[in-house]
């Protein structure tokens, strides 16, 4: 998914910061990379032209009212602090009130808000919310797992540690039962990995 950035702007804005570390952006080496970043930045920034709650507009109306759950939803995003890159897994999972929606739906709108500057908070928050008010579900949660290069390769230093966040709404965030129900399916085992 591509996204249309001002590809000039980018190339001039890189090389300014090659030259402000010390380097020589006109070596062989360098010659290509404000493209390659401003390129870049067109496919991890795509999400900043869509509204991804349009993934959701498509429904089926279904006599369902057991749990639907998508786990281990692969993302990166880019913090918004370093624009350093943060990925992990996301866990998406409503309770539906008639209507579900279809599978790979759940996985663009995790990749359609993680596609733009963010903090996890946000992003774990964004997607809840958007199935609150475009499904009107029982309940609605999303757990975010995530690596934030932010943290690992550079500041703190601290490789291997990980940020979970989470994002509980109707059922899941006032009955307890079906809190610990939500929590237990993102989370059961299943072929040894967690």
Not at 43 to 51: N, P, V, W
Not at 90 to 111: M, N, T
Not at 160 to 178: D, V, Y
């Amino acid at each position: 998914m591509k996204h249309e950035v001002d590809i000039p702007r980018i190339e001039k804005a890189v090389r300014e910061i090659l030259l402000a570390v010390g380097e020589d952006p006109d070596r062989e080496g360098l010659q290509k990379t404000p493209n390659r970043v401003a390129r870049s930045y067109g496919e991890l920034l795509a999400g900043l032209k869509e509204d991804p709650r349009t993934h959701l507009k498509t429904v089926f109306h279904e006599r369902y009212d057991e749990v639907v759950l998508l786990r281990d939803i692969e993302f990166y995003s880019l913090c918004e602090h370093h624009l350093l890159p943060f990925m992990g897994r996301a866990h998406v999972a409503y309770l539906p009130d008639g209507k579900v929606v279809g599978l790979s739906k759940l996985a663009r709108l995790v990749e359609g808000f993680a596609r733009r500057p963010q903090v996890q908070e946000r992003l774990t928050t964004q997607i809840a919310d958007a199935l609150m008010e475009e499904l009107n579900p029982i309940g609605a949660a999303c757990v975010i797992e995530a690596t934030h290069t932010c943290m690992t390769i550079r500041g703190a230093r601290k490789p291997g540690s990980s940020m979970i966040t989470s994002a509980l709404r109707g059922i899941f965030q006032e009955n307890p039962s079906s809190r610990a129900e939500i929590l237990t399916l993102m989370y059961s085992e299943r072929n040894g990995k967690l």
